[in-house]
């Protein structure tokens, strides 16, 4: 089975390195950037699963990402998976379209838990 | 006669009568009266004597005149003169004075008609030595003697009364109709029947004189005549020999006087008649008192007979007990001359004594005199005895305002003396019982200067009641000068004619309430004084909420005068994101009575919002009533910026705190995964693997306290949400329990569901107050390891989840505070409970947000049970 690939929007290069090793031990594909511009164009590049996306990536605001994304139709179907050190901030993730939300910091088993669950609706769907 | 010097005492009447006889005689000629003394003497006289006008009155003639050698001469003609009514002519004497040459004299001598009851008598002399024989006419002198005396004089000669002189008076009388040489019968046929020419014939035939007495004497005249009245004397004239010539007539015209006594006579007997007639009794006494006089009344009244009622015999009349006092003020009144005053009991015919006023005023004649007094007797007896019903009445009246509680006074008289004054306006006045029956300027002398006395003068002027509200009157006190404030009235009393006859005072004692408001008012002053000094917007409203006053801060804020923020409504000045709420939770106070607190915006003049915080406190009364609510509005913009500052700033920390606690979190977990995928043997026994799970509980407690910074300043800041859900009560327990029991193994935790319940909640918000509960729980049982969490049934409708450990416990005083932001019960031990002391905080705001209460129990040494109660989701 292919590895899932997934593409984790973070400007700061500490989360973008942990979580990369970390879902990497979880057999997953990491690819990091912390520049959000260049979200849409590694999705089409890369052929990403899903998208992990901070909410505040220097000065950009993630849900604003996100909306975008939802509103490109080549990036409409991606999934994606908010996170963000505010951990009420769930609602307006969803609101702008993102398929969950994690608060910072996140129980690993949570964190693989809401992924697999993303991806296997993606699956089913 | 006697030559010894008696004072000459004539009637100066008499003398003047005399010179006038003399004034126009040329001739010497002397007047002497019956003594012989000189009365008056014409010039020529002084002449013979060699002496001044003047020296010769008073003078006996005799010696005067004496001659040493013939003064019997004189003295018998004078004898003569006397004993006789004749005239005595051409007696010869030989007279001489110290410095003339003896002469001889002719004397013709007459009695002059009497004057007032004197007789006189006129001395013509002639010097014998240059007499030519029939040269003094005598009658001329007599006709010219006559013409100057006073009253009517004429002379008749003959039987038949012919008219041979007669002064101008008479003349005049008669019309000047032609008289001398006719008869009275002819001059005055209308006499004759009037019985005059009979006295004359009776004079004439008898030798005698005849006094007439207020004699009428009608005469025909051209004018339709006249009548009058005359005093008159007819006396004989007689010649040398005796034998009557003629008649000298004196009239004196008396008419006048007569009709005058006549009309008095009249007037009197009139007023006796109307004395008499009136109905009321009439007396008249002498100057000594004695009754002279009682009218027919008196009679009838008493059954007195006239002759019972002399002198003091209608004393007899009197009540035997009034008696002596009557007489004693009768006989008073006589002496002093003045009114008399009396109310007695006099019998009346019948037997009954009957009450009676007896007045009396004494009576002066033209002259000044006294003459007694006049007086009536009126019959009281009915009125009396009304009048003691009124007296009755009256002492009623007063017992009743005596023992009145309102203040109550009555002044009499303009002087306004007090009448009556009970016992509450004494004790007003703070005085004594000795200022009744005292003008009231005499009693309250502190009152001069205040108003009252022209206000009581005004009320007894003008009959216009005065009104005092609330009046300030400074009274002595007790030898104090004490300030007072009064309710009070001065409502003129009037008699039964409509006359005011003094002023009715009734007072109220309102100085408490008038002070008790002058400081209240004070008070409100010093209100609006601290309010206006106050830097916050203070306003006052009224229960309903509707303002009463705004601070100056406010109306400077604003840039409005009160009158136009009252116009406006000032809660047009909310901004209008907050308006709703505000409207919601002043309704709800105003209800309520609650207190209100929130934050809003307000608008001031430059349309510039500012946040305020607003509280409103409710003023109730005694009655536990809202009478007004203070509000004040203070300015937080500045700490609303620092809050947002603080906010922005905890905000920014705990997100820069999570970022490396996630990635260390992360990465823990990484190793920890490896650990049990690789079975990894660490050398040396190394306890990496408990290790680790420390790290990671610890970075669960400061992920932990870095969300409680945030949550509070949130919480503060009013930005908790809360995304409510229905959920399982119990399996959110046990899922709660089991996390927690994933990081701690030391404690045994057991759950007891008594009761099964779902919630429309915050799922995680109340997992937070679970795990505030528990871990609290295992801090403060450092000696116990069992805890029991219950999720019971409370009431009908409610769900209680109850955290139950045997720890150290709290003493029930400290339960309120533990509630408090920061709050830590102080402990000796720094290091075993650590935290900011927000966690209950922050769970009591969060089940109070979800209109859910917490519950402790708990006793030092026994343990707490620390639970939360929420609304069940049936």
């Known amino acids: 089975m292919k590895k899932k690939k997934i593409l984790v929007v973070d400007d700061d290069s500490g989360i973008g390195e942990m979580l990369k090793t970390l879902l990497e031990f979880y057999e997953f594909d990491v690819i990091v950037t912390p520049r959000p511009e260049e979200t849409e164009k590694l999705i089409l590049q890369e052929n990403v699963d899903l998208v992990m996306l901070d909410m505040l990536i220097s000065g950009v605001n993630g849900t604003d990402v996100c909306a975008r994304l939802r509103n490109n139709p080549e990036t409409r179907d991606t999934p994606v998976l908010m996170m963000s050190a505010l951990h009420d901030a769930g609602s307006k993730c969803r609101e702008a379209g993102a398929n969950d939300f994690i608060a910072k910091p996140f129980e690993m088993d949570d964190l693989v838990e809401k992924i697999n669950s993303i991806l296997g609706q993606k699956v089913a769907n | 006669m006697k030559s010894s010097q008696v004072p000459f005492k004539e009637d100066p009447e008499q003398i003047e009568f005399a010179k006038n006889i003399l004034i126009s005689l040329h001739d010497p000629v002397v007047v002497v009266n019956e003594e012989g003394r000189i009365l008056a003497a014409t010039e020529r006289m002084y002449g013979i004597f060699k002496t001044l006008p003047g020296n010769l009155e008073g003078e006996y003639l005799v010696p005067l005149l004496e001659d040493k050698k013939e003064p019997a001469q004189l003295c018998h003609l004078l004898e003569t003169l006397m004993a006789s009514q004749e005239a005595v002519k051409d007696f010869q004497v030989v007279l001489s004075s110290p410095n003339l040459k003896r002469h001889r004299f002719s004397i013709n001598a007459n009695r002059l008609p009497q004057f007032k009851g004197s007789t006189a008598f006129l001395l013509s002399f002639t010097e014998v030595n240059i007499l030519h024989k029939g040269s003094i006419d005598y009658r001329k002198l007599l006709n010219e003697v006559l013409s100057e005396a006073p009253g009517l004089i004429c002379t008749l000669r003959g039987k038949d009364h012919i008219f041979e002189l007669a002064n101008d008076k008479y003349q005049a009388l008669l019309e000047y109709r032609e008289i001398i040489g006719k008869s009275v019968k002819e001059v005055l046929p209308e006499v004759e029947n009037q019985g005059f020419i009979k006295m004359l014939d009776g004079v004439y035939n008898s030798g005698k004189s005849f006094i007439g007495k207020e004699i009428k004497l009608d005469l025909k005249g051209e004018n339709g005549g006249k009548s009058i009245i005359l005093d008159f004397i007819y006396q004989p004239i007689k010649d040398v020999n005796g034998k009557v010539e003629g008649i000298f007539v004196h009239a004196i015209d008396v008419t006048e006087k007569v009709l005058n006594r006549q009309s008095l006579e009249n007037s009197e007997k009139e007023l006796r008649n109307v004395i008499d007639t009136v109905p009321v009794i009439i007396w008249i006494t002498n100057p000594q008192g004695q009754g002279n006089y009682l009218n027919k009344e008196w009679y009838e009244y008493t059954g007195q007979t006239r002759k019972e009622s002399l002198g003091a015999g209608w004393l007899q009349a009197v009540h035997p007990e009034d008696q002596e006092i009557i007489y004693r003020k009768f006989i008073q009144a006589h002496e002093l001359r003045k009114e008399y005053y009396s109310r007695f009991r006099l019998r009346h015919k019948n037997g009954a004594y009957r009450w009676v006023v007896d007045r009396g005023r004494p009576k002066w004649t033209a002259e000044g005199e006294f003459e007694g007094l006049i007086g009536t007797v009126t019959d009281v007896h009915d009125d009396h005895l009304k009048e003691q019903v009124i007296r009755e009445n009256e002492h009623r009246i007063r017992s009743i305002v005596d023992q009145a509680t309102v203040p109550t006074a009555v002044y009499t008289g303009r002087g306004m003396t007090i009448e009556l004054a009970n016992d509450a306006m004494i004790n007003l006045w703070g005085k004594t019982r000795e200022v009744v029956g005292k003008p009231l300027q005499e009693a309250l002398p502190e009152l001069e200067g205040q108003p009252f006395f022209d206000l009581l003068d005004n009320v007894f002027t003008t009959g216009e009641t005065y009104w005092g509200k609330e009046d300030r009157v400074d009274l002595m006190r007790n030898g104090r000068m004490e300030t007072g404030y009064y309710h009070f009235t001065y409502k003129p009393l009037r008699n039964e004619e409509g006359e005011i006859i003094g002023v009715l005072n009734m007072g109220l004692d309102v100085t408490e309430m008038v002070e008790s408001k002058t400081l209240l008012k004070e008070r409100e002053r010093h209100f609006k004084l601290m309010a206006d000094l106050m830097p916050g917007k203070v306003i006052n409203t009224d229960a309903a909420g509707k303002p009463i006053f705004f601070n100056q801060n406010w109306l400077d804020y604003i840039g409005l005068d009160f009158h136009e923020l009252q116009e406006q409504n000032w809660e047009s000045c909310i901004h209008p994101s907050e308006e709703q709420e505000f409207k919601k939770k002043w309704q709800h106070s105003l209800k309520t ?105 610890q970075i669960v407690r400061l992920t932990r306290l870095i969300a409680e910074i945030l949550d509070l300043s949130r919480l503060e800041e009013n930005k908790l949400e809360l995304k409510k859900e229905v959920f399982d009560l119990n399996a959110m327990v046990e899922q ?99 935290g900011f002391g927000i966690g209950l905080y922050l769970a009591n705001e969060i089940i109070d947000r979800h209109n859910g209460y917490i519950e402790v129990k708990s006793k030092i040494g026994e343990g707490s049970d620390f639970s939360f109660v929420l609304l069940e989701n049936q």
């Open chain 2, 736 to 834: 709660t329990i089991q996390d927690i029991k994933l990081t701690n193994t030391q404690h045994q935790m057991e759950v007891f569901h008594a009761h099964r319940a779902r919630v429309f909640a915050d799922k995680d918000r109340i997992g937070q107050v679970l795990i505030n509960f528990i871990t609290n729980a295992i801090k403060y049982s450092p000696d116990s390891q069992h805890i029991q969490i219950h999720v019971l049934k409370v009431g009908e409708d409610k769900v209680a989840v109850s955290v139950r450990d045997k720890g150290i416990g709290i003493d029930p005083k400290f339960h309120k505070n533990i509630f408090k932001r920061f709050y830590r019960i102080g402990v000796e031990s720094k290091e075993t409970y650590s």
């Open chain 2, 593 to 697: 009575g609650k207190n209100f607190e929130m934050q809003l915006r307000l608008r001031d003049k430059e349309g510039k919002y500012l946040w305020h915080l607003s509280r409103k406190e409710a003023v109730k009364g005694e009655d536990g009533k809202i009478t007004m609510w203070i509000g004040i509005s203070t300015e937080i913009q500045r700490l609303k910026e620092e809050e947002k500052r603080k906010e922005d700033f905890l905000k920014m920390v705990s997100h820069e705190l999570k970022t490396p606690v996630t990635s260390i979190k992360g990465y823990v977990q990484l190793l920890l995964n490896l650990l049990d995928k690789y079975k990894l043997e660490i050398p040396g026994n190394v306890p990496l693997k408990p290790s680790l799970e420390r790290i990671d509980n």
